[in-house]
């Protein structure tokens, strides 16, 4: 059973870069209903990148659909976050969030940045 999330693979990369980013579940995610990734730039609220529910479905917001892709990895227990073409605006801390039925689990973040 999850009791926490951490995220892992933030950076500072190029405009047009890739960057992957991996959010780890301290226990089995096969019981977790949906995983997701959001981000939150400096003065912004949080917002939705990625969902990724138990059957597979994803979602993707407008902004990253092409450029972005969610999978998960129930053998390992990983959520993975594949971002290809960044761009400034996607300069961000990144946050991986768990939901179960009655508890929802968030990481602490990892920084993207984009440098030109």
């Known amino acids: 059973q999850v009791q926490s999330v951490e995220e892992s693979g933030g950076g500072l990369v190029q405009v047009g870069g890739s960057l992957r980013l991996s959010c780890s579940a301290s226990?089995?995610?096969?019981?977790?209903?949906?995983m997701g990734w959001y981000r939150q730039a400096p003065g912004s609220q949080r917002e939705p990148v990625a969902v990724?529910?138990?059957?597979?479905?994803?979602h993707l917001a407008n902004s990253v659909t092409g450029r972005f892709t969610i999978s998960r990895d129930n053998a390992n227990n990983t959520l993975v976050l594949q971002m290809n073409s960044l761009q400034p605006e996607d300069t961000a801390k990144y946050y991986c969030?768990?939901?179960?039925?009655?508890?929802?689990?968030w990481g602490h973040g990892t920084q993207v940045t984009l440098s030109s």
């Open positions: 990724i529910v138990r059957g597979g479905g994803t």
């Open positions: 969030r768990a939901t179960s039925v009655g508890n929802t689990y």
């Open positions: 226990g089995s995610i096969d019981s977790v209903y949906a």
